[in-house]
């Protein structure tokens, strides 16, 4: 190959020190136009074609196939380089692949990360899957396991119809792919999979991490507890604050929250108490609104009892059963 025809390859993919230059870059060192610079470059390619037909690319290009096979196949980029070419020949790689007939590159958008496909017309099909699978969290607004998802999802690959016929074998890796390089959805802290708006998934700031403590934990904390797990450097009156102000959080107790997704109400424990008595309808007994209310605070009897004897909103009969004062 010309040594100009050489260069530049070299300097596009990146083959000599690892880092691509662009058409402009080039054309500037060389004191030519980016026109130029590309009309090289496919005079270069060209130059090549012959050469794939050589065994040795030959048996590059079936290892590649079958490599995309393994995922169903198609593989996100940079994945795709990292296990092909490691640390020091992605660029080679990626040369390799833009030379070969087989591998088309699909590019970014806002649904989807770069990836590289054995079949042509494969794009709208992945669009298919990605819109419906994101519909799929949006509907159940709920996080899913691996276990749960890939269960649930093969079934539905299986009759997909842009996966039918040859792919049918193929539901499991297609899925698993589909989740790499799906930007809207991503495994969580947790290990569960989501949106990626979804503060399971990519927690922002002290209230979305605090969040994600109660989940964990499945039951009411201390504020002072909830700032401990969720690190050392959080101050503990920082976390009071954020949970006071988010309507997900409900204090139950002396400096105590839970979440509001667990039942729990808003309001003092007078309002509790209220609540409860205007849902029953009819006159408790002590302990049978006790048991009431600290399913809803975790507060000392002596507290509901105080709030009980407040006779401008609560009153007793003969049989000591209370009721909502003017009831």
Known sequence: M?????????????LATGQGETLDSIGQDLGLTRERIRQIENEAFSKLEREKDKRELKRVFFYFKEYFEGFGGFKREDMLLGDLGEENFNKHIYFLLTLADDFWRISETDKFYTFWTIEEDFRPKVETLLNSLFEKFQRANKLFS???????????????????GAWAKEEPRILHTLLEIAKKIERGPQGQFGLTDWPEIKPKGIKDKAYLVFKEEKKPLHFTQVALFIGKETHPQTVHNELIRDPRFILVGRGIYALKEWGYETGTVRDVISKILKETEKPMCREELLREVQKQRLVKENTILL???????FSRDEKGRYRLKNV
């Not at 010309?2 to 990146?14: A, D, H, M, T, V």
């Not at 998802?149 to 009759?159: A, I, M, P, T, Y």
């Open 2 to 14: 010309p040594s100009r025809q050489k260069e530049i390859l070299e300097r596009r993919f990146g």
């Open 146 to 164: 691996e276990e749960e998802l890939f269960n649930k999802e093969v079934d539905e690959l299986r009759s997909s119809s842009p996966f039918a």
């Open 307 to 313: 709030n009980l004897a407040n006779g401008k909103y």
